[in-house]
């Protein structure tokens, strides 16, 4: 069943790299968001093609897609869905916000008040909106690609921890090498590889996959390290507030989520390794004294990895 996986995701994988090139390792981690039912947080600058990929993404999976670019003037109505009167019904209606979708891409998150960023949180947890005392449930499967720029800090409204929470994975797409800029430019001579983009597998097919990577044995000692390394996260003496358990499910899943994108139905550690750091630094608050030095999340996992002892071998099922 795994193996289905791996070469379903390798499909969508190829189609996604036809048109964001040069970022194999970024495009294989929203991957695993995207089968552990996992939202995503993209923290970098304009154009390097945050939009692109939530798109051909959407377009791979034949699923529905909806753009929200956020503003200091949203209103929450504006992302869920407002409850409009009728007149020759003499009933209100709900006409749904762009966020009854598939795939959602928030463009700039971190432009909209706290209000109007609240009001993702219901539908980021519990797959679902409340609009006037009515409760609307989403579609499946629902991901939402968030993006937000981090150079520039005029007019925004800093992310609360409640809601960065909610994201499975913080990543960054980083700036092409010039060897593949040059091949962006070749590919865009004519059109945009975006336009030639197919569908490769059904919704369907996609929560099948979903339901599949829980079947992905994770060893006792995998558990353990796992929970060793976010609990050495709470413990660490520049760190004021640790990953919260909600850290720790995220990384069990989404590595359970990698074994089965590389074709594996056992996790290894390398797994945790792997995604350690795009699954935990997001939820840590440095201390005061420690970003007076500079200190960074990102450091504070990478040696967390260092000194907390990982299993000694891969544990395959049964063993």
């Not at 097919?205 to 994770?218: G, H, P």
Request: net charge negative; hydrophobic share 40%; charged share 25%.
């Amino acid at each position: 069943m795994v193996k289905g996986v791996h070469a379903t995701i390798q499909k969508i994988t190829d189609n996604v790299e036809k048109v964001i090139i040069g970022k194999h390792d970024e495009v294989q981690l929203i991957m695993v968001a995207l089968v552990c039912q996992g939202h995503t947080l993209i923290d970098d600058v304009p154009g390097v093609g945050k939009t692109m990929l939530a798109k051909s993404i959407a377009r791979s999976l034949g699923c529905t897609f909806k753009r929200i670019q956020f503003t200091p003037d949203m209103m929450p109505s504006d992302v869920t869905g407002v409850s409009v009167y009728d007149q020759s019904t003499g009933q209100f209606e709900f006409r749904p916000g762009p966020v009854m979708a598939n795939i959602v891409l928030t463009d700039e998150i971190n432009r909209a008040t706290p209000k109007t960023q609240s009001a993702l949180l219901e539908a980021m947890e519990e797959r679902q909106v409340t609009v006037d005392g009515v409760t609307h449930h989403l579609a499946r499967p629902f991901l939402v690609l968030a993006t937000q720029n981090p150079i520039e800090y005029e007019g925004t409204f800093p992310l609360p921890e409640a809601q960065l929470d909610r994201f499975l994975i913080r990543m960054s797409l980083g700036y092409p090498s010039p060897a593949d800029e040059i091949r962006i430019l070749e590919a865009q001579q004519y059109a945009h590889p975006i336009e030639t983009i197919e569908q490769v597998m059904e919704r369907d097919e996609l929560l099948d996959m979903q339901e599949q990577i829980k079947d992905v044995f994770v060893h006792d000692a995998i558990k353990e390290y796992i929970v060793a390394l976010v609990g050495a996260t709470r413990r660490h003496p520049d760190v004021y507030l640790g990953s919260s358990p909600r850290g720790s499910l995220a990384l069990y899943r989404s590595s359970q989520a990698r074994a089965a994108v590389l074709g594996r139905d056992y996790v290894i550690p390398d797994d945790v390794k792997a995604l350690a750091e795009a699954t935990l630094a997001h939820r840590l608050i440095v201390n005061p004294s420690a970003r007076i030095r500079e200190v960074d999340p990102r450091t504070v996992i990478k040696e967390t990895l260092r000194t907390v002892e990982a299993p000694g071998a891969p544990v395959e099922r049964g063993a």
